[in-house]
């Protein structure tokens, strides 16, 4: 009897078991290798208030997004507008193709000051409205364009991963008549304001790490002289003014030191000194012309222009001096090298035939990709993010500003600029007080 | 002494004995048939072999001897003798039951054998039977075997079919520019409904490392629903919690 009641048992547990292991049925594993190079589907819904000032917040945004490459703006017309994140109707967004859309209110404050209210919807998540980032951001009437760069930065860095470089500032030369201005902008060319003028040349303008002083080649006194002036208070002063011409400078990553080229020597050779001028030390020897330093962003390298080898070159040499590596063989002409702020590529200008186009060299496998097909390209200067390179090219022989994004994909012509613009140069990044 | 009789009397006697005989044996003959009733049928079987025959003993009864012969004529008086119809019966009936016996035993015999018989052939019928019903159960667990293999044939198919669909879409929607230099890998959890629409959202279990690259996936299957699952109850019964691996830059 005890053992029928003991098999009875038996065949139940293992019936019982049979149909739990069917209910727990493994899930199935699905390997997903590769994907696709895509844009981003993102809406910037027009920002309620906005349409009191000239300047149209949502606009600006959207334009820096689609400046970028990465994104691609979803058309708003039609959908209703919400307020707040509670009147976001998610299926709505989604079912538009959006990944994420933002809001924002415009909110005056007393004074005269403004509050921007600005909130970022993830749109495929239907169960709840969930927020990827929501900021009150502090402004004026005079600031919408830079509180409008700024949201675009938190977009950029929210969908992306990387930083955003929109409210960052750009400085360039224009040459009006026989005036040269040096010039600084926002990053899409608004907002230009001169910091420097003169009858003479201007050149080769370049931002201190901190972003607070730009340093320059001016020619106002009939000579090549490189000065630092700090652009909050526009005080100028010299950093090379030594025997024969004093040009090209490069701060170093920690702002310490500047190269320069001077000619002291007889020809154009590269030296370092510190940012007031003092401590000069010559790092390059060589019988050509070397010139056009930049330093790598850890500092150990710079890279510069010689024609040692015959005709001009890239070449890289330890940052205190050292034997040069040559880098560029393809081509009888590449100059102009700037390195990528991760230091693993370099931007340059490359001769094809009579072309002058920007490319891109990868420093390990010396890869090169160019990336226009312009005929006069001269000056690339990457943005601080290394999503863009801003460059000068010619067009019915005056200069203009344009950019390409960091994989050729994306070109565009930086709109606001009068007369002829020449040699721009990206600032750093600077991050905003949120 | 008496006298030997005259020739003429041997005469009578011998034809007296003679008829009395006669009589015997009409009498015996027409008895046994009134006795006699018509046998009723009688089913045979046809046996390959005979059982082995039952180790009765057997039925020992005391057997009348049989009449003594008629005494010679000589010995019978010489007046002609009464007619013997007083004994001539009593040895028929004797006999008779002898024969009745024999006969019962007979067909108790016959009808031992014949019920043996009947038993053999219900055994046999009976395991021929069962090795019917068991060939017979055999050839549908073949069949069910069959079945079930061309069934799990015709769902793995399905399956594969679909997982390459799944594995399209999301692969479609999946922003891998956003993933890197390096060979990220990511894992996500999700559950479907019949519909292919998700049950839940994706549950990350293995991150890259690059919150931008987790986001992207996860986008790419949100994007991707509703995910195409196979109509068949049976066959979305696999579809119905799914892991996936990613290797965006591979």
Not at chain 1, 73 to 100: F, H, N, S, Y
Not at chain 1, 158 to 172: E, M, Q
Request: charged share 20%; aromatic share 6%.
């Amino acid at each position: 009897m005890t053992r029928t009641r003991l098999n009875i048992f038996l065949w139940i547990m293992a019936l019982a078991l049979s149909c739990a292991a069917f209910n727990a049925r493994a899930a199935l594993t699905i390997e997903i290798t590769g994907g696709a190079t895509l844009q981003i589907p993102v809406a910037i819904a027009p920002f309620t208030g906005e349409e009191a000032y000239p300047d149209k917040l949502s606009q600006i945004v959207a334009a820096d997004l689609a400046r970028s490459g990465l994104f691609k703006l979803i058309d708003t017309a039609g959908m209703p507008i919400p307020r707040g994140p509670q009147e976001v109707r998610v299926a709505d967004w989604k079912a538009k193709g959006t990944v994420a859309l933002a809001i924002a209110n415009i909110v005056a404050q007393p004074g005269g000051k403004l509050d921007v209210q600005f909130r970022l919807i993830d749109t495929l998540r239907q169960d709840q409205v969930v927020q990827l980032a929501g900021y009150s951001l502090p402004t004026s009437p005079t600031q919408l364009r830079l509180t409008a760069h700024q949201i675009a930065d938190i977009i950029f860095e929210k969908l992306t991963g990387d930083p955003g470089a929109f409210s960052t500032r750009i400085a360039y030369i224009t040459k009006r008549g026989p005036v040269f201005d040096l010039q600084v902008a926002d990053s899409d060319g608004h907002n230009a304001q001169t910091v420097f003028s003169s009858r003479e040349p201007i050149i080769s303008p370049v931002w201190s790490p901190d972003g607070a002083r730009l340093a320059y080649v001016a020619f106002d006194q009939k000579k090549p002289i490189v000065y630092v002036q700090n652009l909050a208070t526009g005080q100028r002063q010299i950093a090379a003014n030594l025997k024969g011409n004093n040009s090209a400078p490069a701060w170093s990553p920690d702002g310490r030191q500047i190269a320069v080229v001077l000619t002291r020597d007889g020809h154009s050779q590269i030296y370092s000194s510190n940012a007031d001028g003092t401590g000069l030390k010559r790092l390059s020897n060589s019988a050509g012309i070397d010139t056009e330093p930049n330093w790598s962003p850890d500092g150990k390298y710079l890279l510069f222009t010689s024609d040692r080898g015959g005709s001009p070159q890239i070449y890289r040499m330890p940052s205190y001096g050292g034997e040069p590596v040559r880098l560029t063989f393809e081509g009888s002409y590449n100059v102009s090298p700037r390195y990528s702020p991760d230091g693993k590529s370099f931007a340059f200008i490359q001769r094809e035939g009579s072309q002058f186009r920007v490319a891109v060299q990868d420093i390990v496998s010396g890869q090169v990709q160019v990336l226009t097909n312009n005929a006069q390209d001269e000056s690339p200067s990457w943005a601080p993010n290394g999503k863009m390179i801003l460059y000068a090219t010619t067009i019915l022989g005056r200069g203009v500003l344009s950019a390409v994004s960091s994989d050729g994909r994306v070109k565009q012509k930086l709109s606001t600029q009068a007369g002829d613009v020449r040699e721009p140069a990206w600032g750093p990044l600077i991050k905003p007080k949120l | 002494m008496i006298a030997p009789a005259a020739n003429h009397y041997r005469f009578h006697s011998s034809v007296l004995a003679v008829l009395v005989h006669a009589a015997f044996f009409a009498l015996l003959i027409f008895g046994i048939t009134w006795q006699a009733k018509e046998p009723a049928g009688v089913v045979v079987d046809l046996w390959s072999s005979l059982p082995a025959p039952p180790e009765a003993k057997p039925v020992i009864k005391p057997v009348e001897p049989p009449p003594p012969a008629p005494e010679p004529v000589k010995k019978v008086t010489p007046k002609p003798a009464p007619p013997a119809p007083v004994k001539t019966p009593d040895i028929a009936l004797k006999e008779k039951r002898v024969q009745e016996e024999k006969r019962k035993q007979e067909l108790a015999h016959q009808e031992k054998l014949k019920q043996e018989q009947q038993k053999q052939d219900q055994l046999k019928q009976e395991q021929a039977r069962l090795a019917e019903v068991a060939r017979q159960e055999k050839a549908r667990d073949e069949q069910a075997k069959r079945e079930q293999v061309q069934q799990n044939a015709a769902l793995q198919s399905i399956k594969n079919d679909y997982t390459g669909r799944i594995e399209s879409k999301i692969r479609g929607k999946l922003n891998k520019s956003l993933c890197g230099d390096g060979k990220p890998q990511l894992e996500f959890d999700i559950a479907l409904l019949p519909t292919g629409q998700l049950r839940g959202n994706p549950i990350l279990r293995k991150g890259s490392g690059l919150a931008a690259c987790d986001k992207a996936v996860e986008n790419a299957i949100l994007q991707s629903e509703p995910l195409p699952v196979p109509p068949q109850p049976e066959a979305f019964s696999f579809f119905r919690e799914l892991h996936l691996k990613f290797k965006p830059n591979e």
